[in-house]
């Protein structure tokens, strides 16, 4: 007799006591070489699923050990306890396996779950009683794999009412067949189409089936490899297995042959992070340039992030740098290293992606109340479900408002936003997805740093306090975003697709600033002021269209991607106008004081349009050697205008950028990596004071090489080491002889990077990064070489980690702990002064019951003064001191 009973025994484990619940549902396909003339590979192949409930003291037996019970549906319902809460399923996961795909569904109450399972056409369906499908955040949602293996058209896993689950498993010509066990714990399901009945030693006409004590259309069955649906009992909010940002396709990140850092929901619910600055702690390598007003500049490997850089749903999107509300955010990732050659023009540093919430199939109703520290206060609302009963149409509607003081004197802020979004399922092939978003910010009291002398160095003085504001009350910086786009997806077949997207975004900013410039160093305690007044848009037009096709070439299998984009950039300052401001005294400041005279004005407007038009093959050679291949061409127009002096300049240009990449996994858990990518951006014309226009430059270059290990420990805890050397090349510098900028600067990054994201044990997760960067000048004509770039520390790492009681009278209390270290960095490129490391100590208590979550969360819990940003002309910005925020969330 062959071998044919290769099954996967999935235990599950007491840890601290916890009782775990496991369901498996084993999905898999083994062509059978049979022994047997009368059999071949094609006649032998088959599916096979296996649904089993456990707990953690129980052995699985094999199916062929076990004694077959009674299959009616009254003997089932017997068995299902009434007035039991729905245990929520956090999360289901697809894995691939060496013999097929492990569906992992997860629930963080061990609990005895009861299966009915029964038989409509091709439709193999199991429905699981007294489950939710529920994220950790407690939004519904649904899973759904289209042709995992051959003879499976697909597999679904659904919310049915508020007590089910239905798992779905559709076979492609026959109706899989079923044989039903019991193994002491719970109830196990074997389902196999119909050639898997076929005996080796018999012909296929004259075979005879073994009496069953099952009916029919559910005959008994033979198992060949399996693929498991597995219940394990555990969360994983921590670990993000899979992205677009690195692809523009569905990609686990294991197969990536790039860095990227996932900052996943959860964790920005444990933190309670409101802003993407707070979120970017989370990421080693990544420090705040600088702040102006709203906006919020980053340096990724040492460079910083241009607009270009910034994206949302992987489109660009300039508007990504304000520091405002993240309601409507699911989580926000980091591409370290170059994109060009994805998401065309943009520095080679890295790139930032904001991924938003998206409609829900199941009601979700969220409510959150924060207090805190220097009059903080904010309310949020989530709203999601169907508007129809088919539940083709879905909408979300995230709104909050906000409005907080600061450690900063007369310094203060007011956000409100509202985002609505809508999916909407046309026929069976195609998706449309709109979105919208309005913010309205208002900030007074804007704080522009104190000087180095004084907080960073020693003043005669004394030491500048930490609240202390050199700008005026009366100074405001108020914004409006509004955003609005589609996303369209039409399936052609199961291995084709379109998507077409449109995003149109606007910002304006009115701002009325006093800046703070240059201390007097004669008596080291007065610094000269300048008073602006101006308007600042930004529009951004962006529409994509790419088709995504697999296909094999023998036993080489390929995902190609093959897109344009086309893109408008208009960044206008209709109004600039300067002024002297007078000085003030740092240490006993005298604020109101009269404007001065006019310094000067400007009105200047640049466009920048784009094309790019890209192609992208991911190619499988073998289950454990993948190869990467993508190249992009790009071409711009930008255009400057300073309508006051009534200078216009013209720079286009045009530049191929290629990418490699290739992952080898000796085991399933290592994917060791190495790629090769460019990148390529238009160097910004700037204006000079007075209104004078420089002359337009060549494009930026920048190329890295890169070589990692990505290790995936078990499913629920991987980690991600990487070395590269990054170049960037045409750099502007400034002329010393001339006092304007010209092209000769070169500057290098080296560095190493490791991330450990997941859970440790049942109910204990762990977010943790560490990044060493040596980034310096190779090529000036002004600075030293081998000076450090501005605003990047040698060594920087961060660690946040929770632990929640899973059990006993405690259950649903947690705390989490964090530290966040960014190393002594350089303040100017010129190396004129240091900024001196800044460690940070955050702590966290929660209370999670059902859908009841009570937390209060400690920032700086040790007071630590330290510096968290550099601004220009030597001033550096205090970071926040010992906060305290509570709140409060329900959801129903």
Same mark, same amino acid.
């Not at 088959?46 to 019970?69: A, M």
């Not at 439709?123 to 003879?151: H, Y």
């Given at each position: ?81 009434? /007035? ?121 006409p004259t075979q005879e089936q073994p009496p069953s004590e099952t009916p029919q259309d559910e005959p008994a069955a033979q198992q060949d490899q399996p693929i498991e649906l597995v219940v394990t009992g555990e969360q994983d909010g921590y670990r993000v297995p899979d992205t677009t940002t690195g692809t523009r396709t569905d990609t686990p990140l294991r197969d990536i042959p790039q860095s990227i850092q996932v900052v996943p929901q959860q964790v920005l619910r444990d933190q309670r992070i409101n802003r993407l600055d707070d979120?970017?702690? /989370? ?11 709203? /906006? ?597």
């Open positions: 007799m062959l071998n044919l009973w290769q099954r996967r025994c999935v235990a599950t484990c007491r840890q601290t006591s916890l009782f775990l619940a496991s369901v498996f549902c084993l999905l898999d396909i083994q062509a059978v070489w049979a022994k047997s003339p009368f059999l071949t590979k094609d006649d032998t192949e088959t599916t096979l699923t296996s649904l089993q409930i456990k707990d953690e003291k129980s052995s699985i037996r094999r199916v062929r050990d076990l004694e077959r019970v009674s299959t009616r549906v009254a003997d089932l319902f017997a068995q299902q306890p009434t /007035n039991t809460p729905a245990i929520s399923i956090t999360e289901v996961k697809a894995n691939p396996t060496d013999k097929g795909v492990e569906i992992i569904l997860q629930t963080s109450v061990g609990q005895q779950l009861q299966v009915i399972n029964r038989s409509t056409g091709n439709n193999f369906i199991a429905d699981v009683s007294g489950g939710q499908l529920r994220l950790p955040s407690g939004e519904a949602f649904a899973f759904r794999s289209e042709k995992p293996l051959t003879g499976i058209t697909e597999v679904t896993v659904t919310n049915i009412d508020a007590n089910t689950v239905r798992v779905t498993v559709v076979g492609e010509k026959t109706l899989p067949t079923v044989e039903l066990f019991d193994d002491n714990a719970g109830l196990v399901f074997g389902i196999n189409s119909a050639a898997t009945a076929m005996q080796p030693s018999q012909t296929p979120a970017l702690r /989370n990421v080693a390598g990544v420090t705040p340039e600088f702040t102006n007003g709203a /906006n919020v500049y980053y340096r990724i490997r040492g460079f910083e992030a241009s607009n270009n850089n910034l994206l949302r749903n992987g489109l660009p999107d300039p508007g990504v740098g304000d520091a405002v509300e993240l309601a409507n955010v699911e989580r926000v990732e980091v591409l370290r290293g170059p994109a060009s050659v994805l998401f065309g023009l943009g520095n080679p540093g890295g790139s930032i992606n904001i991924v938003t919430k998206r409609p829900l199939s199941e009601p979700f109703y969220a409510i959150d109340a924060t207090v805190g520290s220097y009059s903080f206060y904010r309310g949020a609302v989530d709203l999601s479900g169907p508007l129809n009963d088919s539940k083709s149409f879905l909408y979300r509607l995230n709104t909050a408002y906000r409005n907080s003081g600061s450690f900063l004197d007369f310094n203060s802020s007011e956000n409100f936003s509202i985002s609505p979004a809508f999916s909407m399922t046309i026929g069976k092939r195609t998706n449309l997805n709109l979105s919208a978003e309005y913010i309205e910010s208002r900030d007074s009291g804007l704080g522009f740093g104190v000087p180095i002398v004084g907080s960073t160095l020693p003043n005669p003085n004394g030491k500048i306090p930490r609240n202390r504001n050199l700008t005026e009350p009366t100074d405001e910086a108020n914004g409006t975003t509004t955003r609005i786009g589609y996303e369209l997806e039409h399936k052609f077949s199961d291995n084709w697709s379109l998507r077409n997207a449109f995003r149109y975004g606007f910002n304006s900013y009115y701002i009325a600033q006093t800046r703070p410039e240059t201390l007097d160093t004669t008596d080291n305690r007065t610094i000269s002021r300048s008073f602006s007044i101006y308007d600042q848009y930004f529009t951004n037009y962006t529409l994509t269209t790419n088709v995504v096709g697999k296909f094999s070439t023998g036993s080489i299998e390929h995902q190609l991607l093959f897109g344009v984009d086309l893109n408008r950039y208009i960044n206008a300052t209709p109004k600039y106008v300067s002024f002297a401001a007078a000085s003030i005294d740092i240490f006993n400041p005298v604020y109101g004081q009269p404007i001065g005279e006019l310094n000067f004005e400007a009105i200047n407007s640049s466009t920048t349009d784009s094309l790019g038009i890209f192609i992208q093959d991911q190619i499988a050679i073998t289950e454990s050697l993948k190869v990467l291949l993508g190249a992009r061409f790009d071409t711009f127009n930008q255009t400057s205008e300073d309508l006051l002096a009534n200078i216009e300049t013209t720079k286009s240009d045009s530049a191929v950028s290629p990418r490699f990449g290739i992952v080898y996994q000796p085991i399933r858990a290592i994917s060791l990596y190495a790629s090769y990518i460019s990148s390529f951006t238009p160097a910004q014309g700037t204006f000079l004071f007075g209104g004078s226009l420089q002359s337009a430059f060549d494009p930026e270059r920048g190329r890295q090489y890169e070589v990692g290990v990505k290790a995936d420990f078990n499913d629920r805890l991987s980690a991600t080491l990487a070395f590269y050397d990054l170049t960037r090349t045409n750099v502007l510098v400034d002329d010393p002889t001339t006092g304007f900028q010209i092209q000769t600067g070169e500057q290098n990054s080296q560095g190493i990077e490791l991330s450990v994201t997941g859970q440790i044990l049942p109910g204990w997760n762990i977010f943790a990064g560490y990044a060493y960067t040596n980034a310096r000048i190779t090529e000036d004509a002004t600075f030293p070489v081998g000076n450090r770039l501005p605003n990047t520390a040698d060594h920087a790492f961060n660690v946040w980690t929770t632990y929640e009681i899973q059990q006993g009278n405690l259950q649903g209390l947690g705390f989490g702990l964090g530290l966040f270290f960014v190393g002594d960095r350089a303040g100017d490129l010129d190396n004129t002064y240091y900024v001196p490391s800044s460690p940070r100590t955050d702590a966290a208590i929660f209370y999670n019951r059902d859908r009841f979550r009570i937390g209060l969360n400690f920032k700086n819990l040790f007071d630590v003064e330290y510096f968290e940003n550099t601004y220009f002309g030597g001033r550096v910005g205090y970071g926040q001191p010992f906060t305290v925020q509570g709140t409060v969330s329900w959801q129903f």
